[in-house]
DNA sequence: CTAACAAATGCGACACAATTGCATTAAAGA
DNA sequence: TCTTTAATGCAATTGTGTCGCATTTGTTAG
C-alpha cells in the first residue's frame, strides 16, 4: 500500500501549513481552490494521520481538527501539548506547553486530547 | 424558569450516581428501567449541566459523556480534571489529579476537556 | 512510450449523535 | 380543583464522518 502524490493531497498540506493552525474538513475544503470531494478530504487527512504527518484533535463541539505533526530533532513525533480553541474566532491551535500528568497505579496511557477553551491572543 | 421535580430526572441521577463514571445519553437509556424518549434524556441532561448538577465530557470519539459534578468545601463546581477513557471497557471515569497548564500571555480559559486513553486498571 | 496494477477519487447512500418544532402532558402553587 | 408553564413524546432535521463501488490516475515495469 505505498502512498502515491496527488494534487490533493498537495493542496491539503499547503492550507494547512499556511493556516499555521489546526482545521477542520470543512475549512480546509472551503480554503482550497479546488473542487475536491468530502469524502476524499477525509481520507486524506485520514492517511496523513496514520503516516504521522498530521494529527487529530477532538474539540468539544465533537468535530476532528487536524494540525502539522510537530517532530522533534529524533524525528519522533509528539503531539502530547494542550489545544487552545477560541471561542470569538472559532480557531484552535497547539499551545507550546506539554500536557504533564501522573495516573494511577496499573493505568496506562496510549493517547491524549487535550483542549482549553477561551479567548486568545489576537481576540482579547 | 423554575425546575420541577420528574421521574425522569430522578431515574438519569440515580443511574449516574450508581455507575460513579461519565456515561453517554445511550449507556444511560440503556440503564433506565424505564420507556423514556431520546431527546427526553438530552434535555435532562442539558439542564442538569446548566445547573452545574453534572459537568459534560466529549471524548475523542466525539461523542458527549456527562458525570456528576463533585462540589468541593465551599460548594463551588471544580471540573478541572482529567478524564480516562479506557479503550478495553470502553467507560470514562474522572481522574483526581487536576490539570495544570498556563497559557501564553493574553490567553484566557474559561474552559477545559482533558481526556487520557489508554488501558483502567480493571482492564489491564 | 506504452501497458498494467493498484492507489486515489467522486458520487451517492448510509450511520450516528444531537437538536428542534410542535402538540400534549403533568408538576406545583394559588 | 384550577391555572400556569415546565417537561415530555414524536417526528423530522441537521451535521459530521464513513463506506461501497465504479471510475480515474499515479507509478512502475517492460
Redesign the interface.
Same mark, same amino acid.
Given at each position: 500500500m505505498k502512498r502515491r502524490n496527488t494534487p490533493t493531497k498537495e493542496a491539503v498540506l499547503e492550507v494547512l501549513k499556511t493556516a499555521g493552525k489546526a482545521m477542520s474538513q470543512d475549512a480546509i475544503e472551503q480554503e482550497i481552490h479546488m473542487d475536491i470531494n468530502r469524502a476524499t478530504i477525509y481520507r486524506v487527512l485520514n492517511r496523513f494521520c496514520e503516516d504521522g504527518v498530521l494529527h487529530?484533535i477532538?474539540?468539544?463541539?465533537?468535530?476532528?481538527y487536524f494540525a502539522l505533526s510537530d517532530k522533534n530533532d529524533n524525528n519522533k513525533v509528539s503531539d502530547n501539548h494542550?489545544h487552545?480553541k477560541c471561542?470569538a474566532c472559532d480557531t484552535i491551535e497547539c499551545?507550546? !506547553?506539554e =500536557?504533564?500528568?501522573?495516573?494511577?497505579?496499573?493505568? *496506562?496511557?496510549?493517547?491524549? !486530547?487535550? =483542549?482549553?477553551?477561551?479567548?486568545?491572543?489576537d481576540c *482579547?
Open positions: 487529530r477532538v474539540a468539544d463541539d465533537g468535530k476532528q494542550f487552545f471561542l499551545l507550546p !506547553n =500536557v504533564s500528568f501522573t495516573v494511577p497505579n496499573a493505568y *496506562s496511557v496510549a493517547h491524549m !486530547n487535550c =483542549v482549553l477553551t477561551g479567548i486568545c491572543k *482579547s
